[in-house]
């Protein structure tokens, strides 16, 4: 397994303002994913960043909304553009070991 | 396409009861099967993962799953449950035989309650 922080934890934000959320792993990992789970909701990726290459984005999600970097293979920052209310979502990021372990999340409240 | 469906949104058991989550899939290739639970304002935990070993899965907090290809199932048991057992449980596959270096594919997540 591997022990995975998210900066900040949670935030309250206006509309039309961008934040970007920070993922840290305690070992070296080739993949690093991004999801997000709008309330009550399941997950849905966003898109996979892998060190070295450029963010893979899932169908519904665009580099200009959610530009992603992957600096080295223990860090990723993924940032929220432009927020609107509907960005109001959790905001986790998980590395594959063996399985995926996940973040605690960033709790995202736009007004 | 790859899915997951979770039978019941909300579960509901008594403490000491038997704890049964379904899950069934869809891939076109053998998949990778996990379990995930959520606890009130916390990440995801991995319960267990069938990765093409034994069928039976054993898990963390004394859960279990079986995988059964006829049914296309993965269905999620633990014998007496606790009421720390109450939490959000997600299935979910992986859509190609990669052991999780891929993107899950999550099912829509059943709430376990537990009441004395």
């Known amino acids: 397994s591997a022990v995975i922080s998210q900066k900040p934890s949670r935030d309250i934000c206006q509309r039309g303002t961008s934040l970007t959320i920070q993922c840290q792993v305690d070992?070296?990992?080739?993949?690093m994913f991004w999801y997000r789970q709008q309330p009550g909701q399941s997950l849905t990726l966003i898109a996979t960043?892998?060190?070295?290459?450029?963010?893979?984005?899932e169908s519904g999600f665009v580099i200009d909304k959610f530009p992603i970097s992957r600096p080295n293979l223990t860090f990723s920052t993924l940032t929220v553009s432009n927020m609107s209310p509907e960005d109001s979502s959790i905001y986790l990021c998980?590395?594959?070991?063996?399985?995926?372990?996940f973040g605690p999340g960033t709790r995202l409240t736009v007004l | 396409a790859q899915s997951v469906t979770q039978l019941g949104s909300h579960v509901s058991v008594s403490e000491g009861a038997l704890v049964l989550l379904r899950c069934n899939y869809s891939?076109?290739?053998?998949?990778?099967l996990f379990w995930y639970v959520q606890y009130p304002n916390q990440g995801l935990q991995l319960l267990l993962k069938y990765t093409s070993a034994a069928t039976l899965v054993k898990g963390i907090n004394g859960f279990e799953a079986e995988f059964k290809k006829s049914e296309t199932s993965f269905h999620l048991t633990k014998p007496s449950a606790h009421m720390s057992d109450a939490a959000e449980y997600f299935c979910?596959?992986?859509?190609?035989?990669?052991?999780?270096?891929?993107?899950?594919?999550f099912g829509a997540g059943t709430r376990l309650a537990v009441h004395p």
């Open positions: 891939s076109s290739v053998p998949p990778y």
């Open positions: 979910a596959v992986s859509p190609n035989r990669a052991g999780g270096y891929n993107k899950l594919i």
């Open positions: 998980s590395v594959a070991l063996d399985g995926q372990f």
């Open positions: 960043a892998n060190q070295g290459s450029e963010a893979t984005y």
């Open positions: 070992s070296q990992v080739t993949m």
